[in-house]
């Protein structure tokens, strides 16, 4: 099997093409390329990997061309340079490096605040120019001054360590801030209006969403405390630049602080020029340690993706750890396998599909099977839609999915049951693994059976009677149809029952109605796996 091949298209650290090639995977180092549009899209079809920081734009029509692409990794936090949904569609992972510039980031935010409180810039700027201003700089004390923090995540959580350190009193609003982190933090948890009513200096630290993009909008800023002042090292789109600026200029706001901005690169904007404003260009991550951090992170990442199936910090899909991986394979490999088998026997619109989890399996990272389950069900309907993909194709659709984890309860250490319910009917398929790798059909329909899932099989549904599996060999061997084995189960003597006939050869659709008069046959049904 040929070496994965990873491409480079910005300047990354010498340390991670390193660590791709000792890993044993094809590396190429272009780290002007992605400045170049039409340049990758010519050649990212190539790659297995992409490596990338803030330069390249991963935009759709770049990931129409990456027809091999199987992971996106920025190394750095925001993926704002990244169409995730482009990527999930395609079934590409998309990872970042959330922790490996957490530190320098946090610092940045600290090094502002001091900055704006002391006037250091404009200071600075005065002195060297030959000027004496002693008393035009009168600055305020970080001590016991009420920070508040939007945001108290990774970084926020760093810059309340910090403050606290520096003895602020620190209020936070996070609606993820558990009150037993906060009272670790050493912080208030508070809501939003009340941070704005309270605080004399904010910092955000959140990231880029629908919900906190403009969190301070230009009603919000007018709720703050007068004199506050105003930090932002996290994105650029979480405030109202226009509105701050007016702020500034009435003296509602004393100062603000901003390493980033709605348009980038910062070549104009409403607040530059403002005495009472300081402005640097993105430089949150920009340290030595930062910098090696996020390339050597984002490098080992990729390469246990590539080599052993491992996920870390994807954006778009569970994370699956490099011991996980193994065991959860042949997992992923039956709950596909499952949706398979349920989706190739549904023909009505869905309505939830239920997966049950029990035994050791109900203790495995059920979000990665689940996705597997619900691309295979979806499979037969949507012939190019992938296990990263499947969740929010079927959500687009309306389609509700339920998880339940469980104790073992039956005989099996694993077992996974599917639930497909539709307008006309509820089907239930459910499997496990036997021999550590091999997929197992074990019940349909509530019907006991024991089947190994083959690449081609017959599905028949019967009335229980004699001379029904002799006239169903007869019929499959006149018509030079190999069986490879049969399974049959029913629900008692005589009553309902189910034949699953793993066979070597295509079933013609004549074939499946000769078979479809036999009878006792309610209904038959070729599969492939």
């Known amino acids: 099997m040929p070496a994965p091949k990873v491409l480079i298209s910005d300047a990354l650290s010498p340390a991670a093409v390193q660590i791709f090639k000792d890993r044993g995977i094809e590396v190429d180092f272009q780290p002007n390329l992605g400045k170049d549009k039409d340049k990758l899209a010519e050649i990212i079809g190539n790659y297995d990997g992409l490596a990338i920081r803030s330069a390249t734009k991963v935009t759709s029509a770049i990931l129409a061309k990456a027809t091999n692409l199987k992971v996106v990794g920025r190394a750095g936090i925001g993926v704002d340079n990244v169409d995730i949904p482009s990527a999930t569609a395609r079934g590409v992972i998309v990872m970042n490096t959330p922790f490996g510039n957490s530190i320098t980031t946090a610092e940045h935010a600290i090094a502002m605040m001091f900055a704006l409180a002391r006037e250091i810039p404009a200071a600075d700027a005065s002195t060297q120019a030959g000027k004496w201003e002693k008393n035009r700089f009168m600055g305020v004390e970080i001590t016991n001054k009420v920070l508040g923090i939007i945001g108290c995540g990774n970084i926020g959580s760093i810059v309340a360590d910090r403050a606290v350190g520096l003895k602020m009193r620190v209020i936070a609003f996070d609606p993820f801030l558990s009150a037993e982190r906060a009272l670790e933090l050493g912080v208030e948890k508070v809501e939003l209006e009340d941070l704005l009513a309270r605080a004399e200096i904010i910092t955000l630290h959140t990231p880029m969403t629908p919900q906190t993009r403009n969190i301070l909008s230009r009603e919000a800023l007018a709720k703050t405390r007068k004199?506050?002042?105003?930090?932002?090292?996290?994105?650029?789109?979480?405030?109202?630049?226009?509105?701050?600026?007016?702020?500034?200029?009435?003296?509602?706001?004393?100062?603000?602080?901003?390493?980033?901005?709605?348009?980038?690169?910062?070549?104009?904007?409403?607040?530059?020029?403002?005495?009472?404003?300081?402005?640097?260009?993105?430089?949150?991550?920009?340290?030595?340690?930062?910098?090696?951090?996020?390339?050597?992170?984002?490098?080992?990442?990729?390469?246990?993706?590539?080599?052993?199936?491992?996920?870390?910090?994807?954006?778009?899909?569970?994370?699956?750890?490099?011991?996980?991986?193994?065991?959860?394979?042949?997992?992923?490999?039956?709950?596909?396998?499952?949706?398979?088998?349920?989706?190739?026997?549904?023909?009505?619109?869905?309505?939830?599909?239920?997966?049950?989890?029990?035994?050791?399996?109900?203790?495995?990272?059920?979000?990665?099977?689940?996705?597997?389950?619900?691309?295979?069900?979806?499979?037969?309907?949507?012939?190019?839609?992938?296990?990263?993909?499947?969740?929010?194709?079927?959500?687009?659709?309306?389609?509700?999915?339920?998880?339940?984890?469980?104790?073992?309860?039956?005989?099996?250490?694993?077992?996974?049951?599917?639930?497909?319910?539709?307008?006309?009917?509820?089907?239930?398929?459910?499997?496990?693994?036997?021999?550590?790798?091999?997929?197992?059909?074990?019940?349909?329909?509530?019907?006991?059976?024991?089947?190994?899932?083959?690449?081609?099989?017959?599905?028949?549904?019967?009335?229980?009677?004699?001379?029904?599996?002799?006239?169903?060999?007869?019929?499959?061997?006149?018509?030079?149809?190999?069986?490879?084995?049969?399974?049959?189960?029913?629900?008692?003597?005589?009553?309902?029952?189910?034949?699953?006939?793993?066979?070597?050869?295509?079933?013609?659709?004549?074939?499946l109605k000769e078979i479809n008069t036999i009878p006792n046959v309610v209904q038959v049904k070729a599969l492939t796996f």
Not at 457 to 469: A, E, S
């Open 227 to 511: 004199g506050v002042r105003i930090i932002n090292c996290a994105r650029g789109g979480l405030l109202d630049e226009e509105a701050l600026a007016e702020l500034l200029k009435s003296g509602h706001v004393s100062g603000a602080a901003l390493d980033v901005f709605v348009e980038e690169p910062a070549n104009a904007n409403p607040l530059f020029g403002l005495p009472n404003v300081v402005c640097t260009p993105h430089l949150g991550a920009s340290t030595t340690e930062a910098q090696e951090n996020v390339a050597l992170q984002v490098a080992e990442q990729m390469s246990d993706y590539l080599l052993r199936g491992a996920i870390s910090n994807a954006v778009n899909f569970p994370s699956i750890t490099a011991e996980e991986a193994p065991r959860l394979k042949p997992f992923i490999s039956l709950a596909e396998k499952l949706g398979s088998f349920a989706g190739q026997l549904t023909e009505t619109d869905i309505k939830t599909i239920r997966i049950i989890y029990e035994g050791d399996v109900a203790h495995m990272k059920i979000k990665a099977l689940t996705s597997a389950a619900v691309a295979g069900l979806l499979r037969p309907m949507l012939a190019d839609i992938n296990i990263v993909a499947a969740p929010s194709v079927a959500r687009e659709r309306g389609i509700v999915i339920e998880e339940t984890t469980r104790e073992k309860t039956g005989d099996h250490d694993s077992l996974i049951t599917l639930e497909v319910e539709t307008e006309a009917l509820t089907r239930a398929v459910a499997g496990t693994i036997i021999a550590g790798t091999k997929p197992r059909i074990v019940q349909i329909k509530g019907i006991n059976v024991e089947a190994d899932l083959l690449p081609r099989m017959l599905y028949i549904t019967n009335h229980d009677r004699p001379g029904f599996i002799g006239r169903i060999g007869t019929v499959l061997g006149e018509n030079g149809i190999n069986i490879a084995h049969m399974q049959f189960g029913r629900d008692f003597e005589g009553g309902n029952a189910i034949a699953l006939v793993g066979i070597d050869q295509a079933v013609s659709e004549p074939l």
